[in-house]
């Protein structure tokens, strides 16, 4: 937290503002007498006056330094000293300013208080009370980061480290003894203060740290002992915040850079209002007084045109100072626009009309302005790219195109004229001395070496091939032939065969019986075992053979290709491996003209699209498109002869982000198929369990999917030859 001299930040910030009243003037009241007194609990002011007042005096109350303001109109200060200590209850003391025709009464407080105005006659009464206890220790809790544990007398820092976080802040990593350490951490001038209660530290830790070297937004880390504490002074530099916490036995405190908001009076990466809480008992005031003392509370140099007028009645109470302010803008109209660290508040319409005046005197000037010639060595980028950017012409793969006949994206001035030279790379401007200043920041961001990156595509192909056959053979064999009736047709072991007939005799056709075996298991891979049961007669003339077959196989096949390709940041690169396959179309035959035949190519290739983006955590993101195209001969179409075969094509078109040397595995195409087939005899294989000997089935499954694995490889920026 912030402490000030209220006294004299409210002398200076009133000696600022340009008093419109005349300086022979004299005030027609004063302040003669202030006399306190305390009852019970509360404390009462009289102040007298040489006049009786015609309202109570505006006035507000700031929670933290805790105090109370009373602004006095045509008042002069006339107790002849601008302080007085009075220690009575909650009242240390008082301030008295006067500047102009106006006087302040500032009221110093050991803790914030309510307060209440009354007249009588020539008096004023202010009144004091205290505010409830539940928020007077939430406002104690706020300056204590960490309560004390009462288990253990003593606890101790174990060591301290400085860290650069990853968005520049700086890292203050304490480790301590034990979780139950009281730390207090406040904010003190231009510096931060951490205590460690009842705490001891060892020799080698007491030291002052210099961490400039860091690039953040602490300088120097001293840590020391402070009686029977540890005191730990954090030096900052700039405009920064602050952030704490505790993680077990260790304490962090983060030093962050803040970016200054010009829309904004508080600066501070919070969402919200972040200015210090006032309370405000303002009723039928001048607005200008009170953007005054807002300005004066806030620490802001603030110019207020004279065009800000009316007055105001404001009652609230524990309200940020910068939302009274915003609450005002509302009200009354008005705006703000900060130059530096002065801010100028003036109604809306005046600060538009103002900024249009100087836009037009701006533009006036770069009509009348001398040109000036200057050249651009550049090492990366092509002269005369670069020229048609300034000259407001976009450049989209390898060709120029126009961006309009306005050219919105002109960065050059009307007058403004480039010349590149592509020999040497040199790119001449001839324009105004501000524009040159603004080409000379864009040519020193776009002239950079665009780093490189390896791209690497592993694309496997799966295929599960999974088939089962099951089924009976059954047969019966005769040695002897049967004619049936003279048809010319024989029964041979069951099976109708035709008789081979020469001259008047007729020969059966020949049997061949093969070898059996009663187990045959084949190590070839196209089928699977087979079981064999044969039952035959005394004569061994008749054969019943009962097979029972059962196949079954199991494929995996996997096709892997790794196309692999380098490019630069942002810039989109393809790389296509294949063939391409004819395909023959024929046209009709015409009166006088005979049938023609026309060849024309598909492409069937394996192919990767990436366009690779670098991040500021290192990380890759890419966009792809990965495509798979071959030939399907199976399902070829006949042409005339000539065979059509379409393409299957596998496509994956994604985008992902990817750590340096890190794989992601894309799922790709996943495709299944499954087919069943019985094959039976009629009514027979319908038999339950029996019918089993009289039909086969046969299951296939094929699943085919398309995996692609990716891996990026960032390119060093500097090559090296040993």
Same mark, same amino acid.
């Given at each position: 937290?912030?402490?000030?001299?209220?006294?004299?930040?409210?002398?200076?910030?009133?000696?600022?503002?340009?008093?419109?009243?005349?300086?022979?003037?004299?005030?027609?009241?004063?302040?003669?007498?202030?006399?306190?007194?305390?009852?019970?609990?509360?404390?009462?002011?009289?102040?007298?006056?040489?006049?009786?007042?015609?309202?109570?005096?505006?006035?507000?109350?700031?929670?933290?330094?805790?105090?109370?303001?009373?602004?006095?109109?045509?008042?002069?200060?006339?107790?002849?000293?601008?302080?007085?200590?009075?220690?009575?209850?909650?009242?240390?003391?008082?301030?008295?300013?006067?500047?102009?025709?106006?006087?302040?009464?500032?009221?110093?407080?050991?803790?914030?208080?309510?307060?209440?105005?009354?007249?009588?006659?020539?008096?004023?009464?202010?009144?004091?009370?205290?505010?409830?206890?539940?928020?007077?220790?939430?406002?104690?809790?706020?300056?204590?980061?960490?309560?004390?544990?009462?288990?253990?007398?003593?606890?101790?820092?174990?060591?301290?480290?400085?860290?650069?976080?990853?968005?520049?802040?700086?890292?203050?990593?304490?480790?301590?003894?034990?979780?139950?350490?009281?730390?207090?951490?406040?904010?003190?001038?231009?510096?931060?203060?951490?205590?460690?209660?009842?705490?001891?530290?060892?020799?080698?830790?007491?030291?002052?740290?210099?961490?400039?070297?860091?690039?953040?937004?602490?300088?120097?880390?001293?840590?020391?002992?402070?009686?029977?504490?540890?005191?730990?002074?954090?030096?900052?530099?700039?405009?920064?915040?602050?952030?704490?916490?505790?993680?077990?036995?260790?304490?962090?405190?983060?030093?962050?850079?803040?970016?200054?908001?010009?829309?904004?009076?508080?600066?501070?990466?919070?969402?919200?209002?972040?200015?210090?809480?006032?309370?405000?008992?303002?009723?039928?005031?001048?607005?200008?007084?009170?953007?005054?003392?807002?300005?004066?509370?806030?620490?802001?140099?603030?110019?207020?045109?004279?065009?800000?007028?009316?007055?105001?009645?404001?009652?609230?109470?524990?309200?940020?100072?910068?939302?009274?302010?915003?609450?005002?803008?509302?009200?009354?109209?008005?705006?703000?626009?900060?130059?530096?660290?002065?801010?100028?508040?003036?109604?809306?319409?005046?600060?538009?009309?103002?900024?249009?005046?100087?836009?037009?005197?701006?533009?006036?000037?770069?009509?009348?302005?001398?040109?000036?010639?200057?050249?651009?060595?550049?090492?990366?980028?092509?002269?005369?790219?670069?020229?048609?950017?300034? &000259?407001? +012409?976009?450049?989209?793969?390898?060709?120029? /195109? %126009? *961006? @309009? #006949?306005?050219?919105?994206?002109?960065?050059?001035?009307?007058?403004?004229?480039?010349?590149?030279?592509?020999?040497?790379?040199?790119?001449?401007?001839?324009?105004?001395?501000?524009?040159?200043?603004?080409?000379?920041?864009?040519?020193?961001?776009?002239?950079?070496?665009?780093?490189?990156?390896?791209?690497?595509?592993?694309?496997?192909?799966?295929?599960?091939?999974?088939?089962?056959?099951?089924?009976?053979?059954?047969?019966?064999?005769?040695?002897?032939?049967?004619?049936?009736?003279?048809?010319?047709?024989?029964?041979?072991?069951?099976?109708?065969?035709?008789?081979?007939?020469?001259?008047?005799?007729?020969?059966?056709?020949?049997?061949?019986?093969? &070898?059996? +075996?009663?187990?045959?298991?084949?190590?070839? /891979? %196209? *089928? @699977? #075992?087979?079981?064999?049961?044969?039952?035959?007669?005394?004569?061994?003339?008749?054969?019943?053979?009962?097979?029972?077959?059962?196949?079954?196989?199991?494929?995996?096949?996997?096709?892997?290709?790794?196309?692999?390709?380098?490019?630069?940041?942002?810039?989109?690169?393809?790389?296509?491996?294949?063939?391409?396959?004819?395909?023959?179309?024929?046209?009709?035959?015409?009166?006088?003209?005979?049938?023609?035949?026309?060849?024309?190519?598909?492409?069937?290739?394996?192919?990767?699209?990436?366009?690779?983006?670098?991040?500021?955590?290192?990380?890759?993101?890419?966009?792809?498109?990965?495509?798979?195209?071959?030939?399907?001969?199976?399902?070829?179409?006949?042409?005339?002869?000539?065979?059509?075969?379409?393409?299957?094509? %596998?496509?994956?078109?994604?985008?992902?982000?990817?750590?340096?040397?890190?794989?992601?595995?894309?799922?790709?195409?996943?495709?299944?198929?499954?087919?069943?087939?019985?094959?039976?005899?009629?009514?027979?294989?319908?038999?339950?369990?029996?019918?089993?000997?009289?039909?086969?089935?046969?299951?296939?499954?094929?699943?085919?999917?398309?995996?692609?694995?990716?891996?990026?490889?960032?390119?060093?920026?500097?090559?090296?030859?040993?």
């Amino acid at each position: 937290m912030k402490f000030i001299n209220y006294a004299m930040a409210t002398a200076l910030a009133c000696l600022a503002v340009v008093s419109s009243v005349n300086a022979e003037t004299l005030p027609s009241n004063a302040i003669e007498s202030v006399n306190v007194a305390q009852q019970g609990n509360e404390v009462a002011l009289r102040i007298d006056l040489k006049e009786a007042l015609a309202s109570p005096p505006p006035g507000f109350s700031v929670a933290n330094p805790a105090k109370i303001a009373l602004d006095f109109q045509s008042t002069a200060n006339g107790l002849g000293k601008n302080s007085q200590v009075f220690n009575q209850g909650d009242l240390r003391s008082m301030n008295v300013v006067q500047v102009g025709d106006r006087t302040r009464v500032v009221l110093n407080l050991v803790r914030n208080m309510n307060y209440k105005t009354r007249l009588d006659g020539k008096a004023l009464y202010v009144t004091l009370s205290p505010i409830e206890r539940l928020a007077d220790s939430t406002a104690q809790r706020a300056t204590r980061f960490a309560e004390e544990s009462l288990v253990g007398s003593r606890h101790a820092v174990n060591d301290v480290v400085f860290r650069r976080g990853k968005g520049g802040e700086g890292r203050i990593v304490v480790d301590l003894s034990d979780t139950g350490t009281g730390i207090d951490i406040r904010q003190q001038g231009a510096n931060l203060i951490v205590d460690f209660m009842k705490t001891n530290i060892p020799d080698r830790l007491r030291r002052k740290l210099d961490v400039t070297d860091f690039a953040t937004p602490v300088t120097t880390v001293e840590t020391k002992a402070f009686g029977d504490n540890v005191r730990m002074i954090i030096t900052p530099k700039g405009l920064w915040e602050h952030n704490a916490y505790q993680s077990d036995n260790q304490f962090i405190v983060e030093v962050k850079r803040v970016v200054e908001d010009p829309n904004k009076l508080v600066q501070g990466s919070k969402v919200g209002y972040q200015g210090p809480r006032v309370s405000i008992n303002y009723q039928n005031g001048d607005v200008r007084a009170l953007l005054r003392l807002m300005a004066e509370e806030l620490g802001l140099n603030a110019v207020i045109s004279e065009t800000v007028t009316g007055t105001t009645t404001l009652v609230l109470k524990d309200v940020p100072a910068d939302q009274v302010i915003d609450i005002i803008f509302q009200q009354k109209g008005l705006d703000m626009r900060k130059k530096g660290n002065i801010i100028m508040i003036a109604p809306r319409d005046e600060i538009a009309t103002r900024e249009k005046l100087e836009f037009e005197s701006k533009q006036q000037i770069s009509e009348l302005e001398p040109l000036k010639l200057e050249q651009f060595q550049l090492n990366y980028q092509k002269s005369a790219d670069v020229a048609r950017l300034l &000259s407001g +012409v976009a450049i989209a793969g390898g060709a120029v /195109a %126009s *961006s @309009g #006949g306005a050219n919105p994206q002109r960065i050059l001035s009307k007058r403004g004229s480039a010349v590149a030279d592509p020999m040497s790379n040199i790119l001449f401007i001839n324009d105004i001395p501000s524009k040159l200043e603004e080409i000379r920041s864009f040519i020193a961001a776009i002239d950079i070496g665009a780093r490189q990156v390896l791209i690497e595509a592993r694309v496997v192909e799966a295929n599960d091939t999974f088939n089962r056959d099951l089924g009976v053979k059954l047969g019966f064999i005769n040695s002897k032939a049967n004619e049936l009736g003279g048809s010319g047709w024989n029964v041979v072991g069951g099976k109708m065969s035709p008789a081979v007939t020469s001259g008047t005799t007729t020969t059966p056709a020949t049997l061949t019986q093969n &070898s059996m +075996v009663g187990v045959n298991l084949p190590s070839g /891979a %196209s *089928s @699977g #075992g087979t079981l064999a049961l044969s039952l035959f007669n005394a004569s061994v003339t008749r054969i019943l053979n009962l097979e029972l077959t059962a196949l079954e196989k199991d494929g995996i096949g996997k096709i892997i290709s790794s196309p692999r390709v380098i490019t630069a940041n942002n810039v989109k690169a393809k790389i296509e491996d294949g063939t391409e396959v004819p395909y023959i179309t024929t046209q009709a035959a015409t009166a006088g003209a005979a049938q023609t035949y026309t060849v024309s190519f598909k492409p069937a290739k394996l192919s990767l699209e990436v366009t690779p983006q670098i991040t500021p955590e290192g990380t890759v993101r890419m966009m792809l498109v990965v495509k798979k195209e071959e030939p399907d001969w199976e399902r070829a179409v006949a042409v005339n002869g000539f065979l059509n075969p379409p393409i299957k094509s %596998s496509i994956v078109e994604t985008s992902v982000v990817v750590e340096n040397g890190g794989t992601v595995v894309i799922g790709g195409v996943f495709v299944t198929k499954s087919g069943n087939t019985v094959n039976k005899v009629p009514l027979l294989g319908d038999i339950p369990v029996l019918g089993w000997l009289f039909k086969t089935k046969s299951e296939s499954v094929d699943r085919r999917e398309l995996l692609v694995f990716i891996t990026p490889r960032l390119m060093s920026d500097k090559m090296r030859f040993d």
